[in-house]
Each structure stands twice: as C-alpha cells, then as structure tokens.
C-alpha cells in the first residue's frame, strides 16, 4: 500500500471541463510534488511546493493551477485542457529537511483521459 | 547541467540469473543517485540511494546498486531475478541548482524475466 494517496484513479473529461486531483500523505512531509509522466517515459516535474507555498514551477500552462490547503493536502485543478494532457499524473512528497538526499514517496496516480 | 544516462531500453533475464540495468550519471559537484522502480498502473517505489560512503549500496528486494566515481556509473544488481522483478526502473539524480527539490529521472529500463 502507498503512503500517498490520489484520488479519483480514473478521470475523463471534455476540453471545457473543470475538475480537481487530490493527493494526501500523513507522513509529516512538508515538500510535496506533481508530475507528468506519458507512457513509457519518466516522470516530468510540474510544480514543488515547500512549507505549502509554492517554490517551483516548471513553466506549466495556466490551465494547471496547483494548491496546497495544508500540509496534507496538494491538489491540481484543470480547465480547459487539451487532448495532448491526457497522462498519468503522480503527486509525491518528501522530507524537507535535507531534501537532496531523502527519497520521494509517490502516489499510483491519476490517469487522466481528455476527450 | 545534470543528466542520467539508461543506455538500454530493455533488458531481458532469465528467473534465477543475475540482473544488471544500467546507468551513467553527469554531474557538477558530489551526486545524490537514487533507483526507482515502477510496476503497471503504480507510482514510482523507491530501491535505494547512493548519497556518501560505500560504494556498494544494499536496498529493498534484495537490489542493489555500485557506485563508480571514476566510470561515474550507478548501475543497479540482483545476484538472482524473479519474475516479479519485471517492471520499468529508472535511474535519477537530484538537481542541487534547486535546493536539492528537483530530481532528474534517466529515460527508464524495462526489464523483462523470463520463467
């Protein structure tokens, strides 16, 4: 079992729709992360928030908005997407302290499907 | 800039054999090196990092992994595979350019054993 959780598993939606991934750990992590990952290929870094402020973006369009409520919680809220996003998305967190050498624990992921 | 190099996209082993998957890393400074691994429809697991000491570094599942400064070379082992070793790794070092937040993922290895 994952120590970070995602919900819902499975997302279609249409180009105008607007949804929302989840993502939650109760490890204590205060740096939590979202990915882009296409099949067969490694995961791209979206965005990196540390403290629940946001610290990095990976020039990301705006039709990815990301939010951190509290130190749990992550989500990423979509609008407007393109077929092109349909991906697996991975949230994953780690310990701030010594953030270089500690291992990310991630989620299994929202396969999202753009119609 | 810093990079990891999975030289083969797949490599194929027979249950019971020794395992080897590949990679090179190019880095500024001291490397941080991590082994993922990823089975079907899961996020990525972490295996084990190599941060300082011995070369030779132990991880879960009975993998492990030698680190080479001079062939700057992580590659990750197992004396004897199962079949439930097939899955894609990915070898990935930590940018420290970002405060150590952003991992740089190689292009992953999809590893097949034979029964």
């Known amino acids: 079992d994952t120590e970070v959780t995602q919900t819902p598993k499975h997302l279609v939606m249409g180009m105008t729709n607007k949804k929302s991934l989840k993502c939650e750990q109760h490890?204590?992590?205060?740096?939590m992360y979202w990915y882009k990952q296409k099949a067969k290929k490694p995961p791209e870094l979206m965005f990196v928030?540390?403290?629940?402020?946001?610290?990095i973006n990976e020039s990301v369009p705006s039709r990815f908005s990301p939010e951190c409520p509290n130190s749990s919680l992550l989500n990423l809220h979509l609008h407007a997407l393109q077929p092109e996003d349909s991906a697996l998305y991975l949230c994953?967190?780690?310990?701030?302290?010594?953030?270089?050498?500690?291992?990310?624990?991630f989620g299994d992921g929202t396969r999202l499907s753009i119609l | 800039a810093q990079s990891v190099a999975q030289p083969e996209d797949q490599v194929n082993v027979a249950e019971g054999n020794p395992l080897t998957v590949k990679c090179t890393y190019s880095?500024?400074?001291?490397?941080?090196l991590f082994w993922y691994v990823q089975y079907p429809n899961r996020g990525l697991q972490f295996l084990l990092k190599y941060i300082t000491g011995d070369n030779l570094v132990k991880g879960s599942y009975g993998f492990e992994a030698e680190f080479n400064k001079s062939q700057t070379s992580f590659h990750l082992k197992k004396p004897s595979a199962l079949v439930s070793d097939s899955a894609l790794y990915f070898c990935a070092v930590r940018d420290m350019s970002t405060g150590g937040f952003k991992t740089i993922f190689g292009a992953g290895t999809r590893l097949f054993v034979k029964a």
């Open positions: 490890m204590g992590h205060r740096a």
């Open positions: 928030y540390s403290y629940e402020k946001l610290s």
């Open positions: 994953a967190s780690s310990q701030i302290q010594g953030a270089s050498n500690q291992p990310q624990h």
């Open positions: 880095v500024s400074g001291n490397p941080y």
